[in-house]
């Protein structure tokens, strides 16, 4: 009996251990998935307003999908579909540009609606006095309304939600909620009708930015399936887009229209179709599921089967927040306030939308010539805005993404196969030519001197060097060592960022032993002199008998800059700016122009000629990208100081934690990766050199994990607004006093802890020895 006691006495302690275990096992997994991911820190309304331009919307990192919102296009400031200061959608189209300064895209418009059929996307614009909300749309400027035959919708942003991966918002005219998550070639739509209502979907193929359809078609497979192409004329001269679309629910009643007349049939080929799709009594939900693939509407349904072969739409906002997760925490900062974690952190997310997939799931893709390609051994990738990005975008993924821009180097050498030269500004399959300079060039050869793996280096260096040496935008004269008369348009910005691809492929040519090579890039690198006026020291055109202008204001934009204006361009040296110094007339002369950069006004007359130039300080215009290595360039004469306050002044007033918190386009990542470097304290001021020059550090911490699994760690101490001068730096626990640390030494791991005052330090970084 004591025997009998003691068991169950032992079974019920036995019993209350494991409760005990399994409780404490429930609220540790309670805890961790409590515990926020970086996407809590990611805003992707920062920059959707004012000339931000940027995508909002689901998507996945670098995914082909962008799906999200549009308004009604307006010009410059919808180049990406969606503006905040708007207040009317007119639907969801599949893809987006992110922060371009010039629209495309937005394919494949869907929007769920209710009551009678409506076949337009159009509004009215009802005549009112000026206020903030008056808009200008074909000349008339009023307030937006939807017109009686639009299936268009007003909305509100209390009822809008978005985040890494999802988006949601209500249509308030038909009482619909709306909501999107995406995966890489797919997205997924879920809509929740109102009861008992009479309910409609419309497919527009019509609808775009900035673009006209052609050839478009489609049709029903079955009464689950729609599939389909969009043709389009735009900034992309010749874009095809195939699609697939599997619905929850029985398609019962579909219509073809070309435009708003009615065809015969399920299956129709127009310049301006569209699909309608029909209930009676719409469902409760209705579920979408829309593949695209550059190939055919085959290969979009393969990816729908292959990427969401299922109906869990919140497994598939999970599994869409996990990737964004993944990729942001290739980065790790401790920051002073949540504020700059989210301007951090939303940075990061924004230069992660592009450069964009362009290929099937099974890899299939089809090039610039318009052949389809298989069995291809890279993820194929498009929208390329080279101009902007090689500053800092493609620097950053260097070392956030080496794997994806090994294949991104791949790209562009299948580009250079089917087009015969290096890419300037690729838009899938299409080659835009938009912007001065091959910027690919520059891309390319950094990437192999910064060890990235994964393709052939002899071919990369043979397309460089054939590029270089064309006829075509200038070419003919720069590889002569010759200027390019100022007849043709943008000279001068052309030659300088041509003399940075040449100097950025001088140092390829070196490091794989080809000395003449490397000795002809250099000098050509050089060429940037040839515009050079002494009488008062600014890069000019030349007339073909190389005059210089008779008259000439530096504050003007003038037709042989590009996006600028002679005082921007002035520092487009990256590449030598020891030798502009030598060039102004040495370091003082140099210190004192470049102070007059920061202060100098535009005259009334001028002011306001260039929607680029923004974010000004003086002269210098943070809003467009010749400018955004000029702060950085008082570390190579001796006075780091003013690089940190300039820096610091930039990321203070020109990137806030609100919709307009990017000062000028986003431009496909480069304005938010300009943050990313100079908040870390870093800038790659001429990235084929592996230099990265020390600015001041707005975070506390951040750690970068390297592609030899040694972590690097930058460390500020005693960091707050006003300790924004560094007084010391010691790296590994040695004292360091270069004003720049390098590529090789970031890789091999360790931490650089920067200590910071609120005086500069006037011998930091002032040695000829410690410069960059």
């Known amino acids: 009996m004591k025997l009998l006691k003691k068991q169950i006495a032992f079974s019920i302690l036995s019993i209350c251990i494991m409760l005990f275990i399994n409780l404490n096992i429930v609220n540790a997994q309670k805890k961790a998935k409590a515990v926020p991911g970086l996407t809590s820190f990611v805003d992707p309304m920062i920059g959707a307003g004012g000339h931000g331009h940027v995508f909002v919307g689901a998507s996945v990192p670098f995914g082909a999908v962008q799906v999200g919102p549009d308004n009604h296009y307006k010009g410059w400031d919808w180049c990406s579909g969606y503006n905040y200061a708007d207040s009317l959608m007119i639907g969801f189209a599949q893809t987006h540009l992110s922060g371009t300064g010039i629209g495309d895209l937005a394919d494949i418009l869907i929007m769920p609606y209710t009551g009678r059929v409506r076949l337009s996307e159009g509004i009215n614009v009802?005549?009112?006095?000026?206020?903030?909300?008056?808009?200008?749309?074909?000349?008339?400027?009023?307030?937006?309304?939807?017109?009686?035959?639009?299936?268009?919708?007003?909305?509100?942003?209390?009822?809008?939600?978005?985040?890494?991966?999802?988006?949601?918002?209500?249509?308030?005219?038909?009482?619909?909620d709306v909501e999107l998550t995406a995966t890489e070639r797919v997205a997924f739509h879920r809509y929740h009708f109102p009861a008992g209502k009479e309910g409609h979907i419309i497919i527009d193929l019509k609808t775009g930015i900035n673009s006209k359809s052609f050839d478009c078609n489609i049709k029903q497979l079955d009464p689950y399936t729609l599939v389909g192409r969009r043709k389009s004329k735009g900034w992309a001269k010749d874009r095809w887009i195939f699609f697939a679309i599997k619905s929850s629910v029985p398609l019962t009643k579909f219509n073809v229209y070309s435009d708003t007349?009615?065809?015969?049939?399920?299956?129709?080929?127009?310049?301006?179709?569209?699909?309608?799709?029909?209930?009676?009594?719409?469902?409760?939900?209705?579920?979408?599921?829309?593949?695209?693939?550059?190939?055919?509407?085959?290969?979009?349904?393969?990816?729908?089967?292959?990427?969401?072969?299922?109906?869990?739409?919140?497994?598939?906002?999970?599994?869409?927040?996990?990737?964004?997760?993944?990729?942001?925490?290739?980065?790790?900062?401790?920051?002073?306030?949540?504020?700059?974690?989210?301007?951090?952190?939303?940075?990061?997310?924004?230069t992660m939308i592009d450069p964009a997939m362009f290929n099937d799931h099974n890899g299939d893709y089809r090039g610039t010539d318009k052949k389809?390609?298989?069995?291809?051994?890279?993820?194929?990738?498009?929208?390329?805005?080279?101009?902007?990005?090689?500053?800092?975008a493609n620097p950053l993924y260097i070392l956030t993404q080496p794997k994806r821009t090994g294949d991104m180097i791949n790209s562009m050498l299948a580009i250079y196969d089917q087009q015969g030269r290096l890419p300037i500004w690729h838009l899938d399959g299409n080659?835009?030519?938009?912007?001065?300079?091959?910027?690919?060039?520059?891309?390319?050869?950094e990437a192999y001197l910064k060890g990235i793996k994964g393709f052939d280096a002899q071919r990369a260096f043979d397309d460089i060097k054939?590029?270089?040496?064309?006829?075509?935008?200038?070419?003919?004269?720069?590889?002569?060592?010759?200027?390019?008369?100022?007849?043709?348009?943008?000279?001068?910005?052309?030659?300088?960022?041509?003399?940075?691809?040449?100097?950025?492929?001088?140092?390829?040519?070196?490091?794989?032993?080809?000395?003449?090579?490397?000795?002809?890039?250099?000098?050509?690198?050089?060429?940037?002199?040839?515009?050079?006026?002494?009488?008062?020291?600014?890069?000019?055109?030349?007339?073909?008998?190389g005059k210089f202008p008779a008259s000439y204001s530096p504050t003007k934009a003038l037709n042989y800059y590009a996006e600028g204006n002679g005082w921007q361009y002035l520092w487009l040296v990256p590449q030598d700016v020891k030798g502009l110094i030598t060039l102004l007339g040495g370091e003082n002369a140099f210190n004192d122009k470049l102070d007059s950069l920061f202060v100098t006004k535009t005259p009334a007359s001028e002011a306001g000629k260039l929607a680029d130039l923004t974010g000004l300080i003086g002269q210098y215009a943070h809003g467009n990208e010749p400018s955004h290595h000029i702060s950085y360039l008082y570390s190579f004469?001796?006075?780091?100081?003013?690089?940190?306050?300039?820096?610091?002044?930039?990321?203070?007033?020109?990137?806030?934690?609100?919709?307009?918190?990017?000062?000028?386009n986003e431009?496909?990542?480069?304005?938010?990766?300009?943050?990313?470097?100079?908040?870390?304290?870093?800038?790659?001021?001429?990235?084929?050199?592996?230099?990265?020059?020390?600015?001041?550090?707005?975070?506390?911490?951040?750690?970068?994990?390297?592609?030899?699994?040694?972590?690097?760690?930058?460390?500020?101490?005693?960091n707050s607004d006003k300790n924004i001068y560094i007084q010391s730096i010691t790296l590994n626990g040695k004292n360091y006093k270069n004003g720049y640390i390098t590529h090789k030494q970031m890789m091999q791991g360790g931490t650089m802890i920067m200590t910071m005052g609120s005086k500069p330090n006037y011998n930091f970084g002032t040695s000829a020895a410690n410069r960059p």
């Open 372 to 392: 389809v390609y298989t069995n291809v051994p890279f993820t194929n990738y498009s929208i390329f805005s080279l101009w902007d990005t090689y500053r800092a």
């Open 667 to 718: 431009d496909c990542g480069q304005m938010s990766a300009w943050y990313v470097f100079s908040s870390m304290g870093l800038y790659p001021v001429f990235p084929a050199s592996g230099e990265y020059v020390i600015g001041s550090p707005v975070v506390n911490k951040a750690t970068i994990q390297t592609t030899s699994g040694k972590p690097f760690t930058v460390q500020a101490v005693n």
């Open 126 to 176: 009802v005549k009112t006095p000026a206020t903030a909300n008056t808009v200008v749309v074909n000349g008339t400027a009023g307030v937006e309304q939807v017109s009686d035959d639009s299936y268009s919708s007003r909305y509100s942003h209390k009822y809008e939600k978005v985040k890494p991966g999802y988006y949601s918002v209500k249509l308030l005219n038909y009482d619909v």
């Open 431 to 445: 080659e835009t030519g938009t912007m001065v300079g091959i910027s690919s060039m520059q891309v390319v050869a």
């Open 637 to 664: 004469s001796g006075q780091q100081w003013k690089t940190a306050e300039k820096a610091r002044y930039i990321m203070k007033n020109f990137y806030p934690n609100n919709p307009d918190g990017i000062i000028g």
């Open 261 to 350: 007349q009615l065809m015969d049939g399920t299956d129709g080929t127009a310049d301006a179709i569209k699909g309608l799709i029909s209930f009676e009594k719409a469902p409760a939900t209705v579920m979408l599921k829309v593949g695209i693939s550059p190939v055919s509407p085959e290969n979009a349904l393969d990816n729908i089967k292959a990427e969401i072969p299922g109906w869990d739409f919140e497994s598939v906002v999970k599994q869409a927040n996990a990737k964004w997760n993944k990729e942001l925490s290739t980065l790790s900062v401790e920051t002073r306030s949540l504020s700059d974690k989210r301007i951090f952190y939303t940075s990061l997310f924004h």
């Open 466 to 545: 054939s590029t270089a040496n064309l006829d075509l935008l200038g070419l003919k004269y720069v590889k002569n060592f010759e200027f390019i008369p100022s007849s043709e348009s943008r000279s001068v910005g052309k030659a300088l960022e041509y003399s940075i691809g040449d100097g950025s492929t001088a140092l390829m040519a070196k490091a794989m032993g080809k000395m003449d090579d490397y000795d002809y890039f250099l000098k050509r690198s050089q060429n940037y002199k040839l515009y050079y006026d002494p009488s008062d020291g600014f890069f000019k055109g030349r007339t073909a008998d």
